[in-house]
């Protein structure tokens, strides 16, 4: 049967200001009633032209930028940022702070997934998902808060190991958190995991193969739901994370659904890891011999972490002057955002509000 | 003229101008209980516990600038909310709080409501569309479809009711109740349970309440049919929105619940316990329960007012009313814990639910209902 009828496109502006696109997306969808024919992503409502910031300012000073970024996971920015430094001065941080910075940046991982986990279920229409994310979320900020009195952009990491000891609560704290935390994940999968709506909702939305994922350099646990075994913290461990004892989730739907369960997994992962890590907390320094003006030999690092979003990289190139002669950032957001294009072609409007969700993305980074 | 003749304009009128401020304690009670689910205390500044929230938040859209969008159909754009509204209020006339105790007794009542929960579609239709904005567009095409699709459900399960109760009348349905000594809930051998679950589906996508809600679908729409509304005429869509959940609610009390008619009904000697204890009892534990929020003067008087029921003369005079009012709350406590633990269905899977599950059941469910009726 041919269609007689006139039909004319629509196109639909959404965002910068709205409520799902997490921060300053713009979004300009062409709609053919409510299936999505092309979309075309605009950023940089949030540019703030990080990168040339770096160029100007000494080594240390640049450090609480980074946490500007991904403001969601600052700890983890951070651990980056030190670790490249370290590595263009020739520095290593001592085994103590290693092992801190691996528990601060796996209760920011929890905290990260946690925001993501509230706003996209949000996104779907299940407000109270959020409620409860938000509440456990508030647990690890104190934590935080307490260790270095910043709850956001918390800059807990010197280049060379660490500015301060722990306090005297921390380790009672974080033991409180993790025993109450599992099973709080474990609610938050009775209240989702199979409820009819919500599976109906993700499954098959936003599909993603391993190929397509690698095409566009896509990382994190979307490349882990799509089936490829890739987590930096195993494939190039870096600050110790090679004694511990952990699996990397991997499942094979490439789909909003799979990506949802294996954010939940790697929620229970991170448990496990800080359950270790508070076991093995050697004693002895917290800071590394770093001279007080960093001027480093001529030469370029580029270093990468698992963030919570996916691959993290920092990429220094050392005039051997004070400043960096250029720092260029890789954010997971910004390389991942790039697929929403591929996914979103042939959905519904109610889709791509899906698949932003579970593409997880923070404007700061985006943008920077 | 004597006062049973008055007593339906009275009503009326009361109706009329009380519902608004009935309307935004609904609103105040639902944030509460949503709050309850959400681990969080809901409106706590506006009087103690948020108890004069409704009358902030209506002096606020009173007072609010009347925007109307760049070459927005004016005349449309002023109709729609009033349609809307005219549309709600209407369904008043039909419902039975008591045997006495309602505007008119009409043999199409039922069918005046859904005949009028048809109209409140322009409402939307006409809000969106006159909006002149792709948001209110979407959303007007969303509810459209939606109410026409979830009415068919809805028309055939009520049906199942009128083959039961062999009246229209919403009072007629009641009596027919009573007098088979059965809630219509658990009529024809218990077959009438699947007709309440399609009527209770199909009644929340009637009036777009979680996870129906896609005509305002918040985060893939902003705010659907109403997002160019403000002030005043955004506050007469939501009455109407909450009247209609109202009325929905009233409908399944008195055509599934009984209406009025305390449980077990017929059976003299639970007079007393069901119309004077039961009352006094529930009254004063729900003050007790109000106790932890420290709101002892309120509590204290509800407690106290819980024990006139105590007197015969009052319990006979209140009972209806009361079990009447209860029933309602239920079916709304139930709509507020469907928002609370749903995500919201897509579009396609509406259409999908309403028209390749819903309407299927409900045709069996009437068929079903026919043969055993029929023995």
Request: net charge neutral; aromatic share 12%; with cysteine.
């Amino acid at each position: 049967m041919t269609n007689h009828l006139e039909t004319s496109e629509m196109l639909l502006n959404m965002g910068p200001q709205h409520p799902s696109t997490h921060g300053v997306l713009r979004l300009v969808l062409k709609l053919d009633g409510e299936r999505v024919k092309a979309v075309e992503c605009v950023i940089g409502y949030l540019h703030r032209g990080v990168e040339k910031i770096g160029e100007n300012r000494t080594y240390m000073q640049f450090a609480p930028y980074v946490d500007r970024m991904d403001y969601i996971s600052a700890v983890s920015n951070g651990l980056g940022y030190c670790l490249a430094v370290e590595q263009l001065i020739g520095a290593e941080a001592p085994p103590r702070a290693q092992i801190v910075r691996v528990l601060f940046a796996e209760l920011n991982r929890i905290a990260s997934h946690l925001l993501w986990l509230g706003t996209s279920a949000l996104d779907l229409g299940a407000m109270t998902a959020l409620f409860y994310t938000m509440r456990e979320r508030e647990e690890v900020l104190k934590i935080f808060e307490n260790y270095c009195g910043a709850r956001l952009t918390t800059h807990a990491f010197r280049i060379g190991g660490l500015q301060y000891e722990l306090h005297d609560t921390f380790e009672a704290e974080t033991r409180a958190f993790s025993e109450m935390f599992k099973k709080r994940l474990d609610e938050y999968e009775k209240l989702l995991t199979k409820n009819p709506i919500w599976v109906e909702r993700l499954k098959g939305v936003g599909i993603l193969t391993a190929e397509e994922c690698k095409s566009y350099a896509v990382s994190g646990p979307m490349l882990r739901a799509a089936g490829v075994n890739w987590d930096l913290r195993k494939a190039q461990p870096y600050s110790g994370y090679e004694q511990f004892d952990f699996e990397i989730p991997v499942l094979h739907g490439a789909d909003s659904y799979d990506r949802y369960r294996i954010r939940i997994e790697e929620m229970r992962q991170s448990l496990r890891i800080i359950d270790q890590a508070l076991e093995r907390i050697p004693s002895g320094a917290i800071m590394a011999k770093v001279p007080k003006v960093l001027k480093p030999a001529p030469g370029e690092v580029y270093v990468s972490i698992e963030a919570p979003k996916g691959e993290l990289g920092y990429y220094i190139v050392s005039d051997g002057s004070l400043h960096p002669y250029r720092l260029r950032v890789r954010p997971p957001s910004f390389v991942n955002l790039a697929s929403l294009e591929k996914m979103a072609v042939g959905a519904l409007v109610a889709d791509v509000v899906a698949i932003i969700g579970t593409i997880d993305i923070v404007l700061g980074e985006v943008d920077r | 003229m004597t006062f049973e003749t008055l007593l339906p304009y009275l009503m009326a009128a009361i109706f009329a101008m009380a519902f608004p401020l009935v309307t935004g304690y609904l609103v105040l009670v639902e944030r509460k209980i949503l709050a309850d689910f959400q681990a969080r205390l809901g409106p706590m500044r506006v009087g103690p516990h948020g108890l004069l929230q409704p009358i902030a938040d209506a002096l606020k859209l009173i007072l609010k600038e009347d925007t109307v969008p760049k070459d927005a159909d004016k005349f449309l754009f002023y109709l729609a909310p009033l349609l809307s509204v005219v549309t709600a209020f209407g369904s008043f006339a039909v419902i039975p709080i008591s045997a006495t105790l309602r505007i008119a007794d009409l043999n199409i009542g039922l069918l005046l409501i859904s005949a009028l929960a048809a109209v409140g579609v322009f409402g939307i239709i006409l809000g969106g569309w006159s909006s002149n904005s792709n948001y209110s567009l979407l959303g007007a095409l969303r509810g459209a479809a939606q109410l026409i699709s979830y009415e068919v459900a809805l028309g055939l399960s009520l049906v199942t009711v009128v083959m039961l109760s062999g009246t229209l009348s919403m009072q007629g349905i009641v009596e027919a109740q009573f007098n088979q000594r059965i809630w219509f809930l658990f009529g024809n051998y218990g077959l009438m349970l699947l007709s309440f679950f399609i009527f209770l589906i199909a009644a929340v996508a009637e009036v777009n309440r979680a996870p129906f809600d896609l005509p305002e679908a918040e985060s893939e729409i902003v705010a659907g049919y109403h997002t160019e509304y403000s002030g005043f005429r955004w506050a007469l869509y939501m009455l109407a929105e909450y009247t209609n959940i109202f009325i929905i609610c009233a409908v399944a009390a008195t055509v599934f619940f009984g209406g009025w008619l305390r449980p077990f009904a017929n059976i003299e000697w639970l007079a007393y316990p069901m119309d004077a204890i039961f009352p006094a009892a529930l009254l004063f534990l729900s003050a007790w329960g109000c106790a932890r929020m420290k709101l002892f003067p309120f509590t204290a008087l509800l407690g106290i007012s819980g024990l006139v029921f105590l007197i015969p003369a009052v319990a006979t005079a209140l009972s209806a009313p009361f079990w009447f009012f209860l029933k309602v709350s239920a079916v709304f406590y139930v709509l507020i814990w469907f928002r609370a633990s749903w995500p919201r269905l897509r579009y396609d899977q509406l259409m999908d639910l309403g028209w390749k599950r819903l309407i299927p059941l409900a045709l069996g469910a009437l068929l079903a209902n026919a043969i055993i009726g029929m023995l």
